[in-house]
């Protein structure tokens, strides 16, 4: 017979156990290894690592010892044998905790740092003790610690020769921990032993824990029901709490890296900044030259007219003293007739009215305003803090939630883009992007964008100055990249090209709008490759180049989606692959089942859609990049590369060398 007594603070007691187990729970996000250890009677040791040599940084570890059953009744004894940590107030950064008991909520038996430990012998009151260590992330040379282990019977010296099971005649014995009476009844909540008297006044004392009597035959007999309730609750939240805790850990080895390559970074910017100062100094210096040379020229011009001028008035005097050297003579001579013939030329000889009076130039300096040198040189944009939401983790819906994928998709329509064969590769269907309101720029071999509706029915025809390579739609205006002068363009509403950004020395390819409003756009440049978010006003908000190894994700970044959980897809065409990384930049997966990875697509739920060209299929993979199935269309597809998802579970495929865009229904509502 068993017999049960529950309180009505039993809910709420199993809530704040919960509660407290998850406080336990999300307090610790250092990366725990937990040891389990027997204790029996002969003495045993933990060390730290490397002891006697340093431990080293951002240690956590964990040792639950259990006393051997072979004792009765038995305790695990610790004994400190010798202890060098680093030193901090309240022991914040390294330090050795020991409870009684399971786990960090039992009572704290003693914790220590620094130089001092405990000499004292330590003991559990029941069978097992927790120790916890940790240190922090900075550096340190301290040996760590020695510690002595094993198993002793608690007390009662003659019951310990009695045998290991315990008699009901031994049972009787037992007393009730209130009085003196023989037990009967056992609060698993408490700990305690009741008699049938004390019981009554046992569950009037409140506790945060509740009581649960039972049968004291039956008090180690497992509470089924509440367990599996409570761990199964408890499970959950500590699932919920991993997969924060893995998010942190990640942005946690984010900002480490940053940290450890801040100096270097700011040695970069300033190395950019001393680069340009010498390039004005340089344009300077080229345009001091410049006005020198200006000088030079203009010397040489007026000099040329001084001597002629010079040259014209010498001239002028030298007449003019012939005329008076003429007049002088006449004046002795008194020749009548040398007079009468010398007084027509000398009134012919005119003075000059005007003369050129020529200036040298003048240097007229700019002001320098020191206010406005900035708008000249540059300026340091200041630190920039973008809060990025961290969404709670959706579960990820079935591949056929929704609906059922077709075992054989079927070509629905078919629409003829008349994109002319590329002169070298035979190409002529590269890109496509789907309107709202259901219809398709598609780019090809020609430099012009056609804007189709899905009946086939050419609406617009814009010439563009690359080709239809790279395309998508933002802010309802179909954008595209141009290789030629590397920038990224749109399309406005008067079918003329507007350049939105310029990518520098970077080559753009593929590109996305995002949920938030920005542009993603995958850039090349020698063998290196990246992707840079921009804002509206091509502001670069993020770039994504490197995965926690400090190691290159892109080799050649093709094509680029982003999903519905932010996640940026990016298809490599020199390793073949599809690479993924979350919204901060941080690797998720790759997928490396195709053989020629082309453009990417997703659908509402996560699930992801890539190109083969090399196999004719299309890869559908679930948004954590699992393979789900391929999608053949009957009759087939030849050579897919841009893919695009219309809605209700269809696609639209572009065939690269035929220029068809095929409309594919692949995916059945189901009642």
Known sequence: MKARFKTEWQLNSAILLYLALLNDLSSNFAEAKTVKLIANETIQYITSPNYPLHYGDSVSLTWVITATSSVYNPSVYLEVKDSQLQSSLACYNDAVTIYDGVSSLSPELVSWCGSGYPTTTLHSKYSTLLIVFSSDSSDNDYRGFRIAYYAKTNGCPNIQKMASHVTSQAQEAVECGLCQNPVSFFCRRCGVNICDSCVPAHLRVKSKFGHDVVDYASKDDDDDDQTKELLKDITQENDRLQSFRHEMKTLLDHTTKQLSSLSSVYQQKKDEVSAWGKEWHKQIDNHVNKLHQELDELKKENEGMLQKQKKEFEEMIGKIDEMNTKTTELQKSKNVTEMQKFRPVIKKQKMLREIKQYTFPTFHKCKIDENNLQSYIGYIEKNQERKIPLLEKNVIPDPDSGGKVLEVPFVSSVIITGFPAHEKSNNRLYDMAVTDDQKVWMGGASKELKLFDLQGHLHRTVTITYKGYYICMYNKQ??????????????????????????????????????????????????????????????????????????????????????????????????????????????????????????????????????????????????????????????????????????????????????????????????
Not at 561 to 587: C, P, S
């Open 478 to 671: 179909v954008v595209y990249t141009d290789q030629n002068d590397n920038t990224v363009k749109k399309i406005s509403d008067e079918n003329t090209v507007v350049t939105m950004l310029t990518t520098g020395d970077w080559k753009p390819r593929g590109i996305t709008g995002t949920a938030s409003g920005d542009l993603l756009v995958c850039l090349i440049k020698d063998d290196q490759s990246k992707v840079v978010r921009y804002s509206s006003i091509g502001t670069v908000l993020q770039e994504i180049q490197y995965d926690s190894q400090c190691q290159p994700l892109y080799q050649k970044a093709f094509y680029i989606i982003e999903n519905v959980n932010g996640d940026v897809i990016v298809t490599d065409n020199k390793m073949k692959i599809v690479i993924t990384v979350d919204r901060l930049g941080f690797f998720r997966y790759s997928y490396s089942g195709g053989k020629s990875s082309s453009s990417v697509a997703t659908d509402s739920v996560g699930h992801v859609y890539v190109t083969d060209s090399k196999v004719d299929k299309i890869h559908m993979l679930d948004r954590d990049g699992r393979f789900l199935r391929y999608i053949i269309p009957e009759g087939g597809i030849k050579v897919p590369r841009a893919v695009c998802i219309i809605s209700d579970g269809e696609m639209i495929v572009g065939e690269r060398d035929t220029g068809l865009a095929k409309r594919i229904k692949f995916l059945e509502k189901q009642p």
